[in-house]
């Protein structure tokens, strides 16, 4: 018998901390400064990293390269 799976898209990565303080938050904001890749969010101690795929980013800048072009033959 001969099962196939279905090929599955790789996950972006994903981490979650707990009992992240907003001192602690702010300071990680601090040293990873403006220009990263990873998304982070922080809600009431719980702290998510996550880093995209490069697919997702692939798209995001595409998207934002139109609306920029958009923005200037507006003006």
């Known amino acids: ?3 196939s799976k279905k090929p599955t898209k790789p996950k972006a990565d994903r981490v979650v901390l707990y009992h ?3 001192e602690q938050f702010n300071n990680l904001l601090k040293y990873l400064g403006n220009n ?11 702290l ?6 490069s697919e997702h980013e692939y798209y995001k800048e595409r998207i ?8 200037l033959l507006k003006y």
Do not use: C, F, V
């Open 1 to 3: 018998m001969l099962i």
């Open 20 to 22: 992240i303080s907003w």
């Open 36 to 46: 990263r890749s990873a998304r982070i969010a922080y809600d009431r101690g719980t």
């Open 48 to 53: 998510e990293i996550m880093t995209p795929l």
């Open 64 to 71: 934002s390269d139109t609306i920029k072009d958009a923005m």
